[in-house]
């Protein structure tokens, strides 16, 4: 079963087109293997991306020198989706 | 495990597995022998039965709607929401006159698990599975986006050629069994008047097209109904969404399922996306299960009340 510890989903909300096609940069650098949950539309539109652990602290240099306004949405997506599956195992018995 | 006996004590409030969803129903299906049958359209890739509930009072190929959720396994709330739907219409018909009226004139074909080896992988091996099952020849990745599949713009920008990207188009229009089996049904059923395929997450009601700026025939009756629809929504718990066409509303996507629908002529083409927009994404807890169906319900209601009064 593959578990996702220390993945985090960063909410990044683009101020102008520039920063919206530094984003879509992003989905190009496979090596970071990015999930987008909500992809890249407009400027103001929040973008949500899960970022595995191997890539956080890169890709948060990357919006960070960018000058990318972001937020973490999901802190540790593991420990929510033990929520999920405990509360689908109490809810079933 | 206490199965539920009935769909009565069938807990909406919570995420089932897909054997669960299957029993739930086989058991419609039974409770409700003279309203509720169940359609096998086809298969997935690893053969578990691609299941079509369909609610009709009589009448022969009566006008019909379509809805589907699970096509992106992911997105829990939506498969989770379907169970809700298919009771409430069984629940409202005789009760609710503006959906007796739709169901003693149209039919509601209603597909629950679109995407059942992807639903059934998310629960057993990768919550975060999004695509098909099926392997894809000289590459390691697996799967399809189910939403880039179907033969509208298909392969143009707006989806990948890259196997192992979410959003990967597959090898051909129709490559994926899940897309084909709905693609021929439709076809050989010829009266759809309304398809609506829903989706998860940010709160959006979107119609055709996706794969080219250029504006559908029917855009402005589309864009007001949408606007009635998310109104209506809005109406319950204050849930505010964006509609409009998926490429002004979101981005460019080639390939999409209402796309294709549209350019069959069935004009209420539409798709959802359901809850979040807080701070759980795909994770949505059980608790807004229920409230996000009623809410989605009421903008069901609105399409197929329009669809019902606007015969074409």
């Not at chain 1, 102008?16 to 940069?25: A, P």
């Not at chain 2, 590459?139 to 179907?150: E, F």
């Not at chain 2, 897309?179 to 009266?191: M, P």
């Amino acid at each position: 079963k593959e578990t996702f510890e220390g993945h985090q989903v960063l909410r990044i909300v683009p101020k102008d087109d520039v920063q919206l096609s530094l984003i879509k940069d992003l989905e190009d650098m496979i090596e970071f293997e990015l999930d987008f949950w909500r992809g890249v539309t407009d400027a103001v539109t929040p973008v949500d991306i899960r970022v595995p652990f191997h890539s956080l602290q890169t890709v948060k240099i990357y919006l960070e020198t960018q000058g990318i306004e972001y937020s973490t949405m999901i802190e540790d997506l593991q420990t929510m989706l033990d929520d999920e599956q405990e509360e689908m195992e109490s809810a079933a018995r | 495990v206490t199965q539920p006996r009935n769909t009565d004590s069938y807990d909406y409030g919570r995420y089932h597995p897909i054997n669960e969803i299957y029993d739930f129903q086989d058991m419609l299906v039974a409770e409700n022998p003279n309203m509720v049958s169940k359609i096998v359209i086809g298969q997935s890739y690893e053969g578990r039965p691609l299941n079509v509930l369909k609610f009709s009072t009589g009448g022969t190929n009566r006008p019909a709607i379509w809805i589907d959720t699970g096509i992106h396994s992911r997105e829990w709330v939506t498969q989770a929401s379907g169970q809700w739907f298919a009771k409430k219409i069984v629940t409202d018909y005789g009760r609710d006159p503006t959906l007796t009226a739709i169901l003693n004139k149209m039919d509601i074909f209603l597909e629950i698990v679109t995407n059942p080896d992807g639903y059934y992988y998310t629960h057993n091996n990768n919550r975060m599975w999004r695509k098909t099952r099926k392997p894809n020849p000289g590459s390691n990745c697996v799967g399809v986006d189910p939403n880039r599949n179907w033969d509208a713009g298909f392969g143009g920008p707006g989806a990948s050629g890259r196997p192992c990207s979410e959003t990967y188009h597959g090898p051909r229009a129709n490559s994926e069994s899940e897309v084909k089996s709905i693609v021929d049904f439709v076809k050989s059923h010829g009266n759809f008047k309304a398809f609506i395929s829903i989706h998860s997450y940010s709160q959006m009601l979107l119609y055709p097209y996706g794969y080219t700026r250029t504006p559908v025939k029917d855009q402005a009756e589309l864009h007001s109904l949408a606007k009635k629809a998310i109104t209506d929504l809005a109406s319950l718990y204050g849930t505010r969404y964006r509609y409009g066409s998926i490429i002004s509303t979101i981005y460019q996507a080639s390939g999409g399922t209402i796309d294709w629908t549209y350019n069959q002529g069935i004009k209420y083409s539409y798709t959802f996306e359901l809850r979040d927009t807080g701070r759980y994404g795909f994770i949505l807890p059980p608790s807004q299960i229920i409230p996000t169906a009623q809410e989605t319900w009421l903008a069901l209601m609105a399409i197929m009340d329009h669809t019902y009064k606007n015969p074409y």
